[in-house]
């Protein structure tokens, strides 16, 4: 991860020996070594004072040694016991930090052609940007190799043979339908090791529609429903009386394969053998045009916006396809790009070059290749002031009424930015999204032009259990985030002078159907806001 991250999530700092409660944590992998003094815990993270300051660790990760261990665990006042670690050894005495010679050599591969670029112009920004105590060399047979002198650790990162199973495989990856936990909690997808999927680029599909169809928006359910040839008249889904024609890309295509992977896999459905197929976007888009009643779906970038149609999410809220809904994944058919670990990586270099890929600097290269430019932004105002306006005329219960006055007070002179993340347990994918978004925001943070204002998270959910207890999860999904941020960007939040603060709005006046990946009862989203 970024540097401004690793400082307190990833690493190894000096000897504290004057302090005589000094203890050493250190992961079993060595990946995570601080010495220094327990100074606080909030139920995740533990708070060490060391020589360069105070840094934040997972305790889950980490064997507490030293003969400090006992005491601190015994007296302390904010409630950490020995079971938050995964071991004591109090028998050790503390000393200096030991050298973690772990190493990775591994295997890319590419889902397309597309993306073996995607990853050059990233391994190629990364190796030239980097600098001591790192060594970075890109091969001319594209090897990324990088050595941290600091550690003794090193990663190599080959390109695949395309006969062989790759360790890491590069392709878009679907944000619906349904996929395991991976993730418990939002440090566990931020702390940097042991990670199945990574963010690197983003893209997006659009709906065109014939004019004549009736229609301005249409639900990725519906849009399965007619590749599968279940609708087959406009008038089904509240249209004229047309005759639905759906063309498609021939499905060995990559827009091929990922329309059947973003909508119908999520649908359970699959393409009926009677869609017109046609050879390339630009001709699906002509025809569109030309053909009554035709439906098809483009990458967004090609997409003729006089055809375009929003998109409604499995709740029924409309969500344009605008490069702010994209990026703060408000609109149902992001394509996120991302690494997908088949292997374990044994040190955190493989993950620190992937993290790269959220830089300012690797989003402006690749965006010129065609991909968005997912770095944080704001929200039109006038849309916003839209959604606060909307509060005025709803209908609400006490609960729901309660929390809308508190979300108009508090929202009324902030600025929403892009950065916008999922709630709670995680799947592999919504782990790397939230990851990426929140280097996102750190880097929003760092770059000056927003000092001293209040950072505010923002949680929004469904439950169940009714309108009050999605109010209480998401206020509790804010906070985490809020905590996640102080842990791991403490250094920014103080030299920003910035404040951060976190409230749970449940389903009041959600900017987009609030679900996820992971089976449960409760789901949260949580924005960010400036103000």
Known sequence: MFSRIATTLFCSVAPLALLAQSVELRSSDNFINVEGEIVGFNGVMVQVQTTVGRVAVPASEVICFGVACNGVIASNDFGLTASAFAGVDASSAVSAAPVASASD??????AAPDYADLHRTIAGAYAVTQSSPMTVELTSAG??????????????????????TADIVIGSVSLNGTAPAEYDTPAAWARGTD???QLLGLNAFSVIVAPNAGISA???????RIYAGEITNWSQIGGADVTVLPLQLPPDSVIGAEVRRLVMEPAGKEISGSVLTMSDEAGVSASINQFPGSVSIVTTAIANEALVVD??????ITVEPTMFNIISGDY????????TYNSAANTGLVAEVFDFASSDIAQGLIEKEGFINHGAMMMDTAKKNRRLSGLLEASFDDA???AAAQMFQVLFDAERMSPTM????ASGPEGAWNRAMLLDLVELLENGENNGREIIFVGYGQSSAGNAAAIGSSAVAAAEFKALLEDVAASTLSSGDYSVSSYGFGNVSPATCVDGQVAGSEYTRVEVWLR
Request: aromatic share 2%; proline share 3%.
């Open 105 to 110: 050599d591994l295997t890319i591969g590419f």
């Open 143 to 164: 090897e990324l190799l990088v050595q941290d002198a600091s550690t003794g650790q090193s990663a190599a990162l080959a390109l695949s043979a395309s006969d062989a």
């Open 195 to 197: 990670l199945s999927h």
């Open 218 to 224: 249409i639900s990725v359910n519906d849009l399965a």
């Open 311 to 316: 998109v409604t999410g499995t709740c029924g």
């Open 332 to 339: 149902p058919l992001v394509r996120p790009i991302m690494a």
């Open 400 to 402: 729901q009424r309660a």
């Open 422 to 425: 999922t709630g709670g347990v």
